[in-house]
């Protein structure tokens, strides 16, 4: 089992509507949750961040958190084309001393006009 | 203004050579990472620092050595051990406090010749 999964996409959603993506992890001593986006041949950036279960939001985003289920998602409101991108969910863990963001996959998503 | 510094942008390896990419980050950071991205494909952590010349291996360690002598310098050379070496190189770091963000370089561009 992978320590974070992502679905590869792509999820492709029009122009306007709520993009969904979903992130598990696998380890339940994780405590700090991140949402990178990275557009093609660029580095990732930060959008999100969320330590504590419930939902998190900022302007267009939402970080929903539920460690019971080791489970996180990113909701984009009013998806629009310059949305289009990887998401990259990473989650930090302090197992074995370290202090390390281990990344998912990432998904790829497509606003369409 | 703030920041971390990767160079160069794109760099080509001769077989049997070694080379070396650098990191600079002027954000008074402890904690600095090197990671690898193949097309595709999520992050995958290779060496982090978390104290000036101290350093650990990441998940894929093997064909890559580090050096962290000063706190704002995090070297990462590639070398004619690591048979495939051809993928994106992203440098990070952050504060070393528990559960910070993570911010990135650039990236660098490594091709086989």
């Known amino acids: 089992q992978k320590e974070v999964e992502q679905n590869s996409g792509p999820l492709s959603v029009p122009e306007g509507a709520i993009a969904s993506l979903n992130c598990t992890y696998s380890?339940?001593?994780?405590?700090?949750f991140f949402w990178y986006r990275q557009y093609s041949g660029k580095s990732p950036e930060l959008i999100m961040f969320?330590?504590?279960?419930g939902d998190k939001e900022d302007g267009r985003f939402t970080a929903q958190l539920n460690k019971a289920s080791q489970y996180v998602s990113l909701l984009i409101r009013d998806s629009q084309p310059s949305d289009s991108a990887t998401y990259l969910c990473a989650v930090n863990s302090l197992t074995g001393g370290g202090n390390k963001l281990t990344f998912g996959t990432g998904t790829q998503l497509k606003v369409e006009l | 203004d703030g920041g971390i510094t990767q160079s160069p942008k794109y760099l080509f390896r001769k077989e049997g050579q070694n080379v070396t990419l650098s990191c600079e980050q002027n954000?008074?950071?402890?904690?600095m990472y090197w990671y690898r991205q193949d097309p595709g494909q999520g992050l995958r952590l290779i060496y982090y620092?978390?104290?000036?010349?101290?350093?650990q291996k990441g998940d894929i360690a093997e064909g890559y050595s580090v050096s962290r002598e000063k706190k704002e310098s995090f070297p990462l050379t590639v070398t004619s051990a690591q048979k495939n070496p051809t993928a994106f190189y992203l440098c990070?770091?952050?504060?070393?406090?528990?559960?910070?963000?993570?911010?990135f370089g650039s990236g660098t561009q490594l091709s086989v010749l």
């Open positions: 990070a770091s952050r504060s070393g406090r528990a559960n910070e963000k993570l911010l």
């Open positions: 620092s978390q104290i000036v010349n101290d350093f």
């Open positions: 954000l008074n950071h402890d904690a």
């Open positions: 969320i330590y504590s279960n």
């Open positions: 380890d339940r001593g994780s405590q700090s």
